[in-house]
């Protein structure tokens, strides 16, 4: 049996350019939106939503391309950048009878979530970002042998072919890495739900590259065009991350700060995987953001 989100509902939900998302869909109240990172599902919310679901509405897709979402084929960057991916999650909460509604993201749910308040501003109310610099910043501060804890960021980069290849070849090799070396705590992430991380994973080789190799290229050219524009992040923001900035040479409250004016930032002592890891400081750190 698959592990799920207890008493949540499962739901596919048409988002236009006949695409369709899977969603998880549980409690009642005010909507909050959760996107889930890389390499994973809906399901590494499970013990955070479970806890808004008691007075917040709760939804957690699986992005395009990932999980038990249809997976598009990638004719241009434009099928996995993160505006489209954003817009995705905009239609969704609209299918479901959200107009605006809190979003929070981790890994490359976390730029979803971003461009989703850059763009739909009108539309996130509150927006939350866990362990994970903005596209720009993170190629401008990965340099020097310190970039090779990123060497995933180059791989999957790299023109449509070698990249899918040597995934392709060893997929539970590859990113059974990052679910190991990731965690700090091993138990964080039993047997049943890796082995569900990896078989959405080897199912979605594609359409992971696809949207890593977007953030190397229509990504960045969103990102530079709304900083040179000014645009800024104007709802409440919280982000959370690891101490990895200070090992890396770079500020990474600042480099917040110059997008999300309303910041508040928390440095966690946890694993990449910290809605897993330490979901008790997750909730409360959403729950914060929500009643600012």
């Not at 850059?118 to 362990?131: G, R």
């Not at 392709?168 to 091993?186: C, E, K, M, Q, V």
């Not at 990102?223 to 040179?228: E, L, Q, T």
Request: glycine share 8%; proline share 6%; aromatic share 6%.
């Amino acid at each position: 049996m698959n592990p799920r989100i207890e008493g949540f509902d499962h739901q596919r939900v048409p988002v236009g350019d006949g695409v369709t998302l899977h969603a998880a869909v549980g409690g009642s109240g005010s909507p909050v939106v959760l996107l889930h990172g890389f390499p994973q599902t809906h399901l590494m919310w499970r013990h955070v939503a479970a806890d808004l679901a008691a007075d917040h509405t709760v939804i957690c897709p699986d992005l395009r391309g990932y999980g038990a979402s249809d997976k598009p084929a990638a004719t241009d960057q434009s099928v996995y950048s993160k505006r489209t991916m954003a817009a995705d999650v905009v239609a969704l909460a609209r299918a479901l009878g959200h107009e605006r509604f809190a979003l929070a993201g981790h890994d490359r749910g976390a730029l979803v979530a971003v461009r989703a308040g850059l763009d739909h501003p009108d539309v996130v109310t509150h927006l939350a970002a866990l362990d994970v610099l903005p596209t720009l910043d993170m190629w401008e501060v990965m340099r020097g042998t310190s970039a090779a804890v990123g060497f995933h960021l180059y791989l999957m980069a790299q023109p449509p072919g070698l990249p899918e290849r040597l995934i392709g070849a060893s997929p539970d090799a590859f990113f059974g890495h990052f679910l190991d070396i990731w965690t700090r705590d091993p138990d964080a992430i039993p047997a049943d739900v890796r082995d569900a991380y990896l078989a959405a994973s080897r199912e979605a080789v594609p359409s992971i590259v696809a949207d890593y190799r977007a953030s190397a290229g229509i990504d960045v050219e969103h990102d530079a065009a709304d900083r040179a524009a000014g645009t800024r992040l104007r709802m409440p923001v919280t982000v959370l991350q690891q101490d990895w900035g200070a090992a890396l040479g770079f500020d990474a409250a600042a480099l917040w700060r110059a997008w999300a004016p309303d910041l508040r930032h928390t440095t966690v002592s946890c694993g990449h995987f910290m809605t897993e890891e330490a979901p008790a400081e997750v909730v409360k750190a959403l729950r914060e953001l929500l009643d600012r």
